[in-house]
């Protein structure tokens, strides 16, 4: 049966600065509240809090997390502090109308702005129209390289090293496929791969240990799409196939892309490598539990939508960005302390230490690890139940004595 222990997961922040009040009606029904909260600094007062107008653009709800914890936990957070959501449209992977979106939030009288940004560099006119208007911007778990945004975010390198070093540890020599997301998202071209490097990753290939099959880079997934990371890894399989060629191991950088492996697997009755992800999503946790995925980093986003909350009252009462202040669980409170901090870019193109990096103030969350005995560790608080995770499992499979 799953444990007992409890690991504290607030959805979301009740009072973020403990002399506002009141609050609007939560668009979002699946917010809740919990978690005592951290004063920002003198700069807040009690009237700029309660009339902070936020702004909210989504890039995406196609990966279900954002609508399931960041939006509600972020909601609750800013109504719970007194402000208000001026809108949070989803811009359904099109930069264009993610700049529109963003033009209709600043008409709307946003006083902040939390951008899950398409693409890092497509969103620089929208963040530049809101330096322009005075109006100071969260890059919410997504970089936009830009030094005066406001960085919120799970330490994605960290999530990288963690999947890496979970695969490794089970198959250290043997031919991996590479699965990695967006291209247009630094997390996906640099943040996750260099977390597989500090793994061991890079050393193994250029000792021989592992080979790369499909693109030595590995293989790219427009929108971290599930169906174009299945389609991609079936053609992948189908070479190795003629090509004699077995494959041992795949590194998937979320678990959009890691669900598409797994259908791609049995698509082509492959079996079932291990396969790595991050997220938590309640497919992949039940792919945890059946064997189909052998690890899972868990991001707790209900915390990273309360920080975002957080930081989005303190930024409205004029708060600078290096004394914004987050008060989390700490399972994934930042190493570096709860206030913000340096956080050295890898710059426009990508990579480090070629001379164009950013610096800009961040806040970054710690993220958790899961192989199937950790399952325990996702409790009630998580969007995916013990229903979710334990359906079809049996006593055999990996997850088998946590779901009786």
Do not use: H
């Not at 693409?119 to 129209?129: F, G, S, T, W, Y």
């Not at 330490?155 to 963690?162: L, Q, Y």
């Not at 700490?330 to 950013?358: H, Y």
């Not at 958790?368 to 995916?384: F, I, N, R, S």
Request: aromatic share 6%; net charge negative.
């Amino acid at each position: 049966m799953f444990k007992k222990r409890i690991v504290v997961l607030a959805a979301s922040a009740m009072i973020v600065l403990t002399a506002c009040g009141g609050g609007g009606a939560s668009p979002s029904a699946g917010a809740t509240t919990g978690g005592a909260t951290t004063a920002p600094s003198e700069a807040a007062s009690p009237s700029a809090a309660a009339e902070c107008k936020v702004g909210i653009s989504w890039n995406n709800f196609q990966q279900p997390r954002w609508a399931a914890t960041d939006k509600p936990a972020m909601f609750a957070a800013i109504e719970g502090g007194g402000g208000t959501v001026v809108g949070d449209p989803d811009a359904n992977q099109d930069n264009q109308r993610q700049l529109t979106d963003v033009d209709t939030l600043i008409s709307q009288g946003a006083q902040v702005l939390i951008l899950l940004g398409q693409d890092k560099q497509a969103i620089l006119p929208a963040v530049q129209k809101a330096k322009d208007n005075g109006i100071p911007v969260i890059a919410y778990d997504r970089l936009i390289d830009d030094p005066d945004v406001l960085y919120i975010t799970f330490d994605n390198i960290g999530v990288g090293k963690a999947e890496a070093e979970a695969i490794l540890a089970k198959v250290p020599t043997g031919n991996y496929v590479l699965v990695k997301g967006d291209p247009g998202d630094a997390n996906a071209s640099t943040f996750l791969p260099l977390g597989w490097d500090q793994a061991g990753l890079k050393d193994k290939i250029a000792s021989g240990d592992i080979k790369i099959v499909g693109p030595a880079e590995g293989a790219y997934t427009n929108g971290w799409d599930t169906a174009t990371a299945q389609k991609n890894v079936e053609a992948i399989i189908d070479r190795a196939v003629q090509d004699n060629v077995k494959i041992d191991a795949f590194l998937a950088e979320n678990d959009s892309t890691a669900l598409g492996v797994v259908r791609a697997l049995e698509a082509k009755n492959y079996g079932f490598p291990p396969v790595s992800g991050q997220d938590g999503d309640p497919a992949n946790l039940n792919n945890l539990a059946l064997g189909k995925q052998y690890v899972d980093v868990w991001k707790n986003s209900n915390e990273l939508g309360k920080a975002a909350g957080q930081a989005a009252l303190q930024l409205c009462a004029g708060t600078a960005m290096g004394e914004v202040t987050v008060d989390v669980d700490a399972s994934v409170a930042p190493l570096a302390g709860n206030t913000a901090t340096d956080f050295v870019t890898p710059g426009p193109d990508g990579k480090p230490d070629t001379g164009d990096e950013i610096t800009v103030k961040s806040i970054i969350l710690q993220p958790t690890p899961l192989l199937a005995e950790d399952l325990d560790k996702v409790t009630t608080g998580w969007y995916a139940t013990k229903e979710d995770i334990c359906k079809g499992v049996q006593p055999t499979d990996p997850g088998g004595p946590d779901c009786q």
